[in-house]
């Protein structure tokens, strides 16, 4: 039997016999919190890039754990497909995977276009209107032209610590972004063994205008890629 195979923008919540190919471009885990369980997030895109996020819940981790890896191909068959109730959307689509003890994925040798990036520039960014400050907006590649010490703020009776930059492009636009706890270790690190200056590409994250537009980085879905890791721009 010929497997039927579907795209990101065919998806609804009719069954649970979909099946589609599709990239992971983001994998990480989300520790509990809030009274949610822990559990596997992972990004994808199909052929045509349209993105889609998948959720593995605690219980089903064991089955998937190791499995999805940044950039590699996927056949993912038997998941249900369900609204989004994130506060916090890594993607533009209306629905998420979610896997189940009889969702099945493994990894296909495939031709398979390599659409890891969402790239905008900040021209397109600083013209728009406005901004849906629960979205990934987009990945963002910009130099730091301006760094303040990294502090700790109390954020719903928790410590949090932040670092904020002055990001520019290579069109003299500049942004204001606020990187928040693990983003601010790595940023940390990075300047501590490889120096300036330092240009970073930014995944997913999300855009605010109180009144000027700034980024914020903090979510688990969100990484940050410097110098050595950054792709070709013409390619991504």
């Given at each position: 039997m010929v497997e039927m195979w579907s795209m990101i923008r065919q998806l609804d919540q009719t069954k649970t016999t979909w099946a589609i190919k599709a990239r992971a471009t983001r994998v990480y885990r989300e520790p509990a919190h809030d009274g949610f369980p822990p559990s596997?997030?992972?990004?994808?895109?199909d052929e045509e890039g349209s993105k889609i996020h998948g959720h593995i819940p605690d219980q089903s981790?064991?089955?998937?754990?190791g499995l999805f890896r940044e950039g590699r191909v996927y056949a993912i068959k038997n998941f249900m497909v369900e609204e989004i109730f994130m506060f916090f959307k890594t993607t533009t689509s209306a629905y998420r995977l979610r896997f189940f003890k009889k969702s099945e994925a493994f990894e296909i040798r495939v031709l398979f276009p390599l659409r890891t990036f969402s790239l905008v520039s900040f021209a397109a960014l600083q013209a728009q209107d406005s901004i849906d400050d629960r979205a990934a907006i987009a990945d963002i590649i910009g130099q730091v032209v301006h760094d303040k010490d990294p502090r700790t703020i109390l954020k719903n009776?928790?410590?949090k610590k932040l670092v904020e930059l002055i990001l520019g492009d290579t069109e003299g636009n500049v942004i204001g972004c606020t990187l928040w706890g693990p983003m601010v270790d790595m940023l940390l690190s990075y300047k501590l063994t490889m120096g300036e200056p330092i240009v970073m590409l930014l995944q997913c994250c999300r855009a605010k205008k109180i009144p000027r537009l700034f980024l914020t980085v903090w979510r688990m879905s969100s990484t940050i890629l410097k110098q050595k890791w950054l792709p070709d721009v013409g390619k991504v």
């Open positions: 596997m997030e992972v990004i994808f895109h981790i064991p089955k998937f754990f009776d928790r410590p």
